[in-house]
């Protein structure tokens, strides 16, 4: 078995990462964007493909089955290529199956559902081969290659959207050629770096899915946790009360994203410290990234202060300013949040999924007992309800997920202590 010689990461890998998500994360806002400026906000088009691109969303957590915390950290290669790219058909397979479970409800716009999955499953295909490329160390080859296609994708979908007005053509064409695209410019890539060889093997397969199956459920209950107070919102019938929470909300998120271009170069490197027993290196690091996250978390939350009301009602053309002290309490919780997801990468790298699930089970618990009374007691506080109910649960989450790291340390250095 080869593995990685040191847990060093490149400036390239750090700059190229980056530069492939920003474009990843744009590119949903873009298409959604563009839908409805093409075709209109009263065209049931634009409806339909805001409802395909949400559920593609949803399902894309099953096409990824939270395979790239454990892949990337992968550093004895205990999987071979074939065992990743074999379970990666089986919950592409699974992914499209739910898209196509939901023509059950939205029969007139099937063609839409199943071509933005389709859309949706190539970030899932890719994912696969920019997770083996990140452990041979080659995290930037994967950056360039996420941009280029991307990128490709975007102006694809934008020209055809604009110049045909034909949203199903638009999202079949622009989803086949992603498709193609991604498999001719990543296998060649992939292939210099280690051979690919396809095969079935039930065997890996058991062993690869059971130890995944709780970093998806993680990250299946994390959307949970972020949909409750919506649903308990939504249960007071007041539109306005919804449009002003997901607004309010959304730039919660701004401090995951962050974290996440700084963390997930790191996270071979940190599975690397651990399997080598290089406990001093591996919690620097973790100690370190938790402050730095914190500490962009105060200075997003000072900035927010004075003018994240405005620049939200900007963008959303809504009157926002009388949820300050909401957006405030979210930011925070997206602080949390940011922790919370780092330390589920770094569980993973410590190979103590169990504790993923365990504390986000707990945290999904907490949340629907918490979210629901306080929102429904009425519509004047609801908002602020909602909030409190999102940071309380994030913060308790962070603790847990904190609590499992250094427990997991600990037990790992009473093991080496006996023997």
């Known amino acids: 078995?080869?593995?990685q010689q040191n847990g060093m990461v490149s400036a390239s890998s750090f700059m190229w990462n980056t530069v492939g998500s920003v474009l990843?994360?744009?590119?949903?806002?873009?298409?959604l964007s563009c839908v409805t400026w093409a075709l209109g906000k009263q065209n049931t088009g634009s409806d339909a493909f805001a409802f395909a691109f949400a559920a593609a969303q949803l399902f894309l957590t099953l096409g990824k089955f939270g395979v790239r915390s454990y892949q990337a950290t992968d550093v004895n290669k205990e999987i071979s290529v074939a065992g990743y790219f074999t379970l990666r058909v089986v919950t592409c397979a699974a992914m499209m199956l739910g898209m196509a479970a939901l023509l059950l409800y939205q029969?007139?716009?099937?063609?839409?559902?199943l071509s933005v999955g389709l859309l949706k499953m190539v970030d899932a295909v890719e994912d696969v081969y920019h997770g083996q490329l990140q452990l041979n160390n080659k995290?930037?080859?994967a950056g360039k290659l996420l941009a280029l296609r991307n990128l490709f994708s975007m102006v694809l979908f934008v020209a055809l959207i604009f110049a045909t007005k034909d949203l199903e053509l638009t999202c079949w064409v622009t989803a086949v050629a992603s498709l193609v695209l991604c498999v001719a410019i990543n296998h060649p890539a992939l292939q210099r770096v280690e051979p690919i060889r396809f095969g079935w093997d039930g065997k890996e397969l058991k062993r690869l899915t059971w130890p995944c199956l709780p970093l998806f459920i993680g990250h299946f209950l994390s959307l949970y946790i972020y949909n409750v107070p919506k649903f308990a919102i939504e249960g007071l019938q007041e539109p306005s009360l919804q449009t002003s929470y997901s607004a309010i909300f959304m730039p919660a998120f701004a401090i995951n994203l962050l974290s996440e271009f700084l963390f997930k170069?790191?996270?071979?490197?940190?599975a690397v410290w651990w399997d080598a027993g290089e406990k001093k290196k591996f919690t620097k690091l973790v100690v370190k990234m938790i402050v730095f996250i914190f500490g962009a978390t105060a200075a997003v939350l000072v900035g927010t202060y004075?003018?994240?009301t405005q620049l939200l009602g900007l963008v959303f053309n809504a009157e926002i300013a009388p949820y300050r002290n909401e957006l405030m309490l979210l930011m925070l919780g997206g602080g949390f949040g940011a922790v919370v997801y780092f330390l589920y990468n770094v569980l993973a790298?410590?190979?103590a999924q169990k504790h993923v699930l365990i504390n986000y089970s707990l945290a999904a618990v907490l949340i629907t007992a918490v979210a629901f009374p306080l929102v429904q007691q009425g519509s004047e506080n609801a908002i602020m309800a909602a909030?409190?109910?999102y940071l309380v649960t994030e913060a308790v989450l962070c603790g847990l997920m904190m609590l499992s790291v250094f427990w997991v340390i600990r037990r790992k250095d009473k093991r080496r202590d006996v023997q």
Do not use: E, N
């Open 107 to 113: 029969g007139a716009s099937a063609g839409v559902i």
């Open 306 to 308: 004075f003018v994240g």
């Open 265 to 270: 170069p790191l996270l071979t490197s940190l």
């Open 1 to 3: 078995m080869t593995k």
């Open 139 to 141: 995290l930037d080859v």
């Open 24 to 31: 990843s994360a744009a590119s949903s806002i873009i298409l």
């Open 349 to 351: 790298s410590m190979r």
């Open 387 to 389: 909030s409190m109910s």
